[in-house]
């Protein structure tokens, strides 16, 4: 999940007043979908999240956050592999191993104590850095934003995510919607920041996210994604 890199890029909108380009031409259809998500979230997802965090205890909140995301360097390593760079791979998957072991099955991030920095890499960002380009703005029932190449690469990285290989389908299913409910409780503390049309807000922020992520971010603010990164973690 790159949920949190992506509230920075929304954030970081917020403060610069980036106006996107809009690459939305299925706007109309995309809107209708936007309302029937909100609808769910609001009834469903969003009072769900707000119990999740008033009764669950923050070191169990950050355990299950980091349960996630060491899951996720599986993902990571193929495609830092995938992209060329190596030494990134061996990083991302030393993290796996020394959180699966020492960090007690990833609730504990023991890799970064030892220096070994985090990344958020998917099977989208590969694309995008061979090359392949976004595609326009898509709203997909209750998944949310994307777009093809994040479609494509969202198909991809299932496979490539530690999930995949549970062979029980009722574990397989609880921890992907318990996944789901720690990404939506951790937008909770930052989405009251958005302003204006909720929508056009997503669809920008979104779109300047895949390009942030395809070009690893090599022409964006980095200072401010990196302090907006230790506010949300903190």
Request: net charge negative; charged share 25%.
């Amino acid at each position: 999940m790159n949920s949190r890199r992506f509230t920075s890029i929304a954030l970081l909108l917020l403060s610069s007043n980036f106006i996107l380009a809009n690459d939305d031409p299925f706007e109309e259809y995309n809107r209708k979908v936007w309302a029937f998500n909100e609808f769910l979230d609001d009834n469903f997802a969003k009072p769900t999240a707000e119990v999740y965090t008033s009764i669950t205890p923050d070191f169990i909140e950050v355990g299950i956050t980091n349960f996630f995301r060491n899951l996720n360097e599986l993902d990571n390593t193929a495609n830092q592999l995938l992209q060329g760079r190596p030494l990134l791979a061996i990083n991302d998957f030393s993290r796996f191993i020394i959180n699966s072991t020492i960090g007690l099955g990833g609730f504990i991030d023991v890799g970064s104590k030892f220096g070994l920095e985090r990344h958020d890499e998917d099977f989208g960002q590969t694309l995008g850095a061979w090359g392949v380009g976004s595609g326009p703005f898509l709203m997909i029932p209750i998944y949310g934003p994307s777009s093809p190449r994040g479609l494509a690469g969202r198909s991809v990285s299932s496979v490539l995510s530690g999930t995949f290989a549970i062979e029980e389908t009722d574990v397989r299913i609880g921890l992907t919607a318990l996944d789901a409910l720690e990404t939506r409780a951790r937008y909770l503390e930052v989405e009251t920041l958005i302003i204006g049309d909720r929508y056009s807000f997503i669809r920008d922020s979104y779109m300047q996210y895949q390009a942030f992520e395809s070009s690893n971010g090599e022409d964006q603010p980095d200072d401010f994604v990196d302090d907006m990164d230790d506010f949300l973690l903190d």
